[in-house]
């Protein structure tokens, strides 16, 4: 319940000015006169001080100019120093505007900034703007108009244009914050930030790069689970990305994997400027996540058919109206209106017409968004209609979005739309995308949910054989892994491959050939080859001895002839795979930058390059984004009945999707795989040929002491290894477990559940549930920077027909979130009232800590209200140290060395 860290930053109470002498304007930095004009244009509420860096005074003098954010605007050689000053004065955070600072002088800052404890934000951005505080400390020009649209960017020149098109659109901001390139407080932290803050309802970000994928995609997913997000990302092409690299001195990942990272983030990317203004008015009018379903209400057919083409082209679905709602409608509307498909109203459609069906449609549970268009009419009433519509979205639970085609005919009902706050647009194309957008939340928010562990519950891998394949590997300086090596690594996994066995000569080959039993291919074994066929070193369905012994010779020949030099161990033989109307897929990984490792599917066989089918998903793996990957490819059409053969097996499809994780997770060293072809039909899969890359783990993951195991994934597993089960105090047991998505409404039931008394010692609130964004925040967690352990009971009751029913209750919980130094956390625990005096709290305090000491952290602590006695007796039982808190007498500071 403490305020966020950045709050000083983001929600000053106190402000000193350090821009120079306002008196002499010629004196001033660019960016000086641009803020002193931008703070004297409205009243700032809180403390503003103006501090000239040049005046002398005393340490006390300085004392005195106590504040929470320093705004720092002067010429780069006094930055240093003022930054120094800002420390100081005690200033919790500075804003540091001023423009070309180059790495090194930017890390310089950096440094200066750390050591006085300040969070930094700058330097090269154009600063942020507060609304709803009145703060203006940017040089973007006049405060934008209050809002609960925050819009985070990289790039000044984007922002000065949104905050420009914001004005004569009636959108307004809950916040601006304009990052430029070399900046210390990044775009995660700002993320964070965002997501916590209760003036801020959506987030609209422009981005060019991240530094750190683990930060990036926590703070995202943090803020996407409690609030929509939508991304537009410059770089989206291979010079795209190196413009991006050099503008924002920030790494760019590859554009397939980028997008893999929001959908799992749970954010929506659109594609262009102007994709991104018509979510900026979607997500202005509070739209939440709905369904795919648009029902489209007309008064001319051609636009209305433009629209349904668009929701198909874009993969959305036509609402249509119920045979109950259509009988209710009819009567109501013009002789000639259709309800079939479109809702057509025809050319005779008034206000009344509009508003009767959009009712209907609002009422229909097949209906998730309505999308009203109106084609100017000698004699209609543009005005009338856009009024009624205003009128009618106050009572409507779904969204609403309208496009009022013409011009100069329909700028007066443009106006009464923007003023009422219903996203309007030009065409029916750009409004069906806008919802598109608005859609995709809902398919995001389901992927977000999912938190897998690294290891599923089938049959348990050999881990260590598998090591052992790559550390032998690895100490011959190799790094692509033979297709025997491959294939044993597949098999340790329990991923079902092809018998393969290897040949050093012709007679040898002929042998092998003959027990495994014809037809068999032959393919050539070289750790210098990476795709077989591009030397003509695969031959199939070979059908006796004699054949094999000539193949085997004129592929060796051939091969030696076409890549001189390289290294032949020989050639393997293996049996042909029968399937004969098996699918040809592909299964394998990428190592994106920076986003670690990647799982990659899609149509396999020699033409993978040029059908280009790939679907993306970062691991982990769970079977319901193992079937979402599959979805997504192009290749799923053909896994059902096709062309008269018999649906694939699917579960066991999704079963090497599940395997191919484990390896993801269990082995970093893997940098590429490819499973090309994997054979799949109504019988199961088999891996006919496999090419696995390596190198060694990157720093900071592995098993040793110290290391995290699966520090190389961009987004932590759910860690399983956390579970213990512990017997209950009075008699039974219960488990203590890291908390879990699902776990939601048990939590709620149990803060449902507390007295006031102990709800008041927990929250300091009178609170009596979780409102609905905190209560996600506290369920879906990043494992990394925080972790919660519910301590959970089995109960078992009789149900009416008299049999027993088992059900789960969260009777406690215990938490840590890591402080902003990195090196400490605060806790907080509750306990239900029922099992009070149990051992429930001391097993979970002493659960959380071994948590924050294993993550390396040296310190644990936490407020505890002075009239709260049975916590502070636990605590001096745990070995805390309990003392004053300075800052607030009414609570006590409990500490703990870890």
Known sequence: MDKHYLTPLFAPRSIVVLAGDAEAPDTLTPQARALHAALRAQPYPGTLSFFHVRTSGTLADLTQLHADLALIALPQGDLAAALELAGRMGCRSALVLCSGIDAARAAELHRIARREGVHLLGPNGLGIQRPSLELNASTLGPLAAKGSLALVSQSGALTSSMLDWARSNAVGFSSVVSLGPNTSVDIAQTLDFLANDAATHSIIVYLEGISSARRFMSALRSAANAKPVVVLKAGRRPAGNEAAQTHSGAIVGSDDVFDAALRRAGAVRVRSFVELFS???????????????????TNGGGPGVLAADWVNEIGLELGKLGAESV???QGRLPPLASLHDLIDLSEDAGAAHYVAAIDAAARDRQVDGILAIYSAKTGGDAIGVARAL??????????????????????????????????QFRTPEAAVGAFGNIASFYQNQLLLQQTPPPLSTLAKPDIEGARLVIESVLAERRKVLTEMESKTLLSAFHIPVTNTILARTANEAMMIATQLGFPVALKIDSPDITHKSDVQGVALNIMNGATVRDTYADMVER??????????????????????????????????DPFGPVIVFGAGGTMIELIRDRAMELPPLNKFLARRLIERSRVAETLVEWRGAAPVDMAALEQVLLRVSEMVCEL???????INPLIVDENGVVAVDARIVIDHAPQGTGLGAGTNPYGHLAMLPYPARYEQVWPLRGGGEYTVRPIHPTDAQMLQTLVQSLSQESRYFRFVSSMTQLPPAMLARFTLIDYDREMALVAVCKQRSAATDGSIVETERVVGVSRYVTNPDQSSCEFSLVVADDFAGKGIGSRLMEAIMDVAREKGLAEIEGLVLVNNPNMLKLMRSLGFTVKAFPEDPDFRLVTHAL
């Open 668 to 674: 970093p060293q893997l940098r590429e795989m490819d």
């Open 559 to 592: 091969v030696a002839r076409l890549q001189p030099g390289v290294r032949i161990h020989g050639v393997t033989v293996q049996k042909m795979a029968r399937a004969q109307r098996g699918r040809e897929i592909c299964i394998g990984m990428v190592t994106d």
């Open 390 to 423: 205003a009128e009618a979205k106050r009572q409507l639970g779904k969204p609403l979005l309208a496009c009022w085609m013409g011009d100069a005919t329909v700028a007066e009902a443009r106006a009464a739309l923007n003023e009422a706050a219903v996203p």
């Open 327 to 329: 009988a209710a409608l």
């Open 279 to 297: 979510a900026a008015k979607c997500l202005a009018s509070r739209y939440r996540p709905v369904g795919k379903r648009l029902a489209v209400v």
